[in-house]
């Protein structure tokens, strides 16, 4: 079975401080894990950041544009300046609130890989999804929009499975709901390379914690975590660094 090396993401959303910068950085660079550490602070905080090699450093949305008026934008090119390597793209949030369909994930993704940026692409059900058990034919639909034109996009993306109802909610899927999601991602992404899916990194994210992420991180498809809440208490987000190791 092909290795793949856990990554501990973390979604600070619209939250944070210069004060959380330093403790964070303080905090994760005196921990010892070979997994691997992200923060994705809003984009002002990037800069802030020491350089350290504990941890990498991401943008939370890009722009699918380039350069130019569009106000309010940050290009790829720009995160990655910032010090960036990563960037989250399609969170439910920004689909939910910002109106971010499949098209225009697709075409954050591609600019993201131009910049060298590493896309982590969002998908996940809602609640009334599941409950008329639609979970896998919408999970289908998002990857088949993304991959089916762009397989390429294999091998220079993360995969987030991120439920909406376990979202902020405290509500977390249980390993197992998240390792059948986990399976028929993969399995659906080897019709478009075989080898490409046992590489690719699928991380859960969903009301992640200390206590939980034990069990999700020992299913063998469940390859670390995006972590929102949990991930703006030092404590909290260190131990779910630790525990996450092979
Ligand atoms: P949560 O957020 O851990 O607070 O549920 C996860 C996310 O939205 O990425």
Wanted: hydrophobic letters at 45%; aromatic letters at 6%; charged letters at 20%.
């Amino acid at each position: 079975m092909t290795q793949r090396r856990p990554l501990i993401a973390a979604n600070w959303k619209m939250n944070g401080s210069c004060e959380l910068v330093q403790a964070m950085s303080d905090a994760l660079s005196q921990i010892k894990t070979s997994n691997e550490i992200l923060i994705c602070p809003p984009v002002i905080f990037l800069a802030g950041f020491p350089k350290k090699s504990a941890y990498k450093l991401g943008g939370q949305n890009v722009s699918n544009e380039n350069s130019g008026a569009f106000t309010g934008e940050i290009s790829a090119d720009m995160l990655s300046a910032a010090g960036a390597s990563y960037v989250i793209v399609g969170h439910s949030e920004r689909r939910a609130l910002y109106g971010d369909n499949d098209a225009m994930v697709l075409a954050k993704a591609l600019r993201a890989v131009s910049a060298n940026l590493t896309p982590i692409i969002c998908f996940g059900e809602t609640l009334a999804e599941r409950q008329q058990e639609k979970t896998f034919e919408v999970i289908a639909q998002h990857l088949d929009a993304v991959y089916a034109a762009h397989p390429e996009l294999l091998a220079t993306s993360v995969i987030a499975y991120e439920p909406i109802w376990a979202i902020g909610t405290g509500e977390t899927a249980t390993p197992e709901q998240a390792q059948a999601v986990h399976e028929f991602i993969r399995q659906h992404v080897a019709k478009y390379d075989v080898v490409e899916s046992e590489k690719i990194r699928i991380i859960y994210g969903g009301s992640v914690n200390s206590e939980n992420c034990t069990a999700l991180f020992a299913k063998p498809d469940i390859d670390g975590a995006l972590v929102g809440g949990a991930s703006l208490k030092t404590a909290e987000f260190t131990a779910i660094c630790l525990t996450a190791q092979d």
